[in-house]
């Protein structure tokens, strides 16, 4: 069963904080993903990762950055949190492995509250 | 702006009725479209994925249809439930499992 687990449930910074968010999965996935989650907008990416060390700018990076050491932690930092950074925040895992469907699974999310 | 446009953002259906959710696309490159299914204080999960080289899909109470030459495809929840409470999201996928995801659409269904 996998599993995608992420550091905070709930988290309140102050603005121009340095923000860290942790993902960590178990199932020694390729991809790793970080997307954000808005009402109305649906999830829009923000980075993702193929493999260690290696990252690509999504759809919305400005603003962010992300780490990707170990095969199994994908980091998204908030070089200095801004009130529109206010969001929930998922990590998402997968492999070519499984085929072509390439399945995403989701962390339960990281709700970010920036004051 | 949105390459998948995702309609309505919610809906209400009585138990045992259909829900039919809706979503377009743009970008003929897409090769895969995916519904994940939310659950409140949980991360989304795959519900069920077609390819666009197939027009119907169907998995127990939930069918997707696919018409490739209006861009566009559609979740139809038959027999609805209340445990289908959730919200729903349309995505489609291009190189490199990339996945683009429509607005969402919260559905309710009444006991």
């Known amino acids: 069963d996998v599993k995608v687990t992420q550091s905070s449930r709930y988290l309140v910074k102050r603005t121009g904080e340095k923000v860290f968010l942790e993902c960590v999965q178990d199932?020694?996935?390729?991809?790793m993903f970080w997307y954000r989650q808005d009402p109305g907008l649906g999830l829009r990416l923000i980075y993702f990762?193929?493999?260690?060390?290696?990252?690509e700018k999504g759809d919305i990076p400005e603003g962010y950055s992300v780490s990707r050491e170990k095969k199994e932690r994908f980091s998204l930092i908030l070089e200095s949190a801004s009130t529109n950074q206010t969001s929930m925040y998922l990590c998402?895992?997968?492999?070519?492995?499984?085929?072509?469907?390439?399945?995403?699974?989701f962390g339960p999310g990281t709700r970010l509250t920036v004051t | 702006q949105q390459q998948v446009k995702q309609s309505p953002q919610s809906l209400i259906v009585q138990k045992g009725g259909i829900s039919i959710i809706n979503c377009a696309y743009e970008?003929?490159?897409?090769?895969?479209f995916p519904w994940y299914q939310q659950f409140p204080g949980k991360g989304p999960a795959l519900l069920i994925a077609?390819?666009?080289?197939?027009s119907e899909k169907k998995e127990g109470r939930f069918t997707i249809s696919f018409n490739k030459s209006a861009k566009q495809f559609s979740l139809h929840i038959m027999d609805s439930q209340p445990g289908d409470s959730a919200t729903y999201f349309c995505?489609?996928?291009?190189?490199?499992?990339?996945?683009?995801f429509g607005g969402g659409t919260r559905v309710l269904v009444k006991p």
């Open positions: 998402a895992s997968s492999t070519p492995r499984q085929g072509l469907g390439y399945e995403q699974y």
């Open positions: 199932m020694d996935h390729e991809n």
């Open positions: 990762s193929y493999d260690v060390k290696m990252k």
């Open positions: 970008n003929t490159a897409f090769d895969y």
């Open positions: 077609i390819r666009p080289d197939v």
């Open positions: 995505a489609a996928r291009a190189a490199g499992n990339k996945l683009t």
